[in-house]
């Protein structure tokens, strides 16, 4: 199966949508060495494509060919979902968050794919992209400031950010919530945004007791009490 089967059932998971909600897409994407194997036909734009799993075989055109069709298709992948949420922008206020798990050597200093200890792992294995899309509707919802936006997409953010994003942008806390890694609160303090997600929303504290049940249930050595609210923000250094 190529990504594309996740699409599919968006369009009936959408008209369902009541209130706040999220939806996870996982990818296979350009997970290797099949990346052949990744994308139809139709996006076989870069050629020739290595055809096969053992590097050995292809040459290293072929190779980084077959990689950037992987990129191509899985562009088209998020820019359908984009175009889905754009096609409902009178119901829904959306957004779309993507990034990679991991990146992927292509031959660099002869090494290749994923999965090298992070301590020596090259940043082509450990630097991966996030791109963070918004409806019309979701930044008047919470008041987002282009212009500050912009000025902090060329800052690092990592991985453990994102636990703390979905906790905090949806108003809520628990035991092991860090206020430092949220980046709704770092935008919140530093004026990018006005409103933060979730402050006096029933929906999405609904929402987020419901997953944070479903966590307890499945990670019980992990679990907390209940979420609370979101502790106040640190005041802004002079």
């Known amino acids: 199966c190529k990504d594309e089967i996740l699409v599919d059932k968006v369009d009936g998971w959408l008209d369902k949508v009541k209130g706040d909600s999220v939806l996870v897409l996982h990818q296979l994407g350009s997970h290797g060495p099949a990346y052949y194997q990744r994308y139809p036909e139709e996006f076989r734009r870069f050629r020739p494509d290595c055809r096969a799993n053992d590097f050995g075989s292809c040459s290293q055109e072929e190779i980084t060919n077959a990689y950037d069709n992987t990129i191509l298709y899985t562009d088209h992948i998020v820019s359908m979902i984009i175009d889905k949420l754009k096609q409902r922008s009178n119901s829904l206020s959306g957004a779309v968050l993507y990034f990679s798990d991991h990146g992927e050597s292509l031959g660099e200093n ?30 008047k919802r919470f008041a987002i400031s282009d212009d500050c936006l912009k000025s902090k997409r060329s800052e690092p953010f990592s991985h453990d950010n994102l636990y703390h994003k979905v906790i905090g942008g949806l108003g809520l806390s628990n035991q ?5 890694r949220d ?8 004026g990018v945004i006005q409103v933060r997600p979730g402050d006096d929303d029933p929906d999405a504290i609904a929402l987020m007791h419901k997953l944070s049940r479903k966590s307890r249930k499945r990670w019980p050595e992990f679990a907390v009490t209940e979420p609370g609210a979101v502790p106040p923000l640190p005041p802004k250094p002079a």
Request: hydrophobic share 45%; no cysteine; net charge negative.
């Open 176 to 180: 092991v919530y860090d206020a430092g």
């Open 110 to 139: 002869g090494i290749y794919l994923h999965g090298a200890p992070y301590f020596m792992a090259p940043d082509e294995q450990t630097r991966v992209p996030m791109l963070f899309w918004m409806s019309d509707g979701y930044r």
């Open 183 to 190: 980046l709704m609160a770092r935008m919140l303090a530093d």
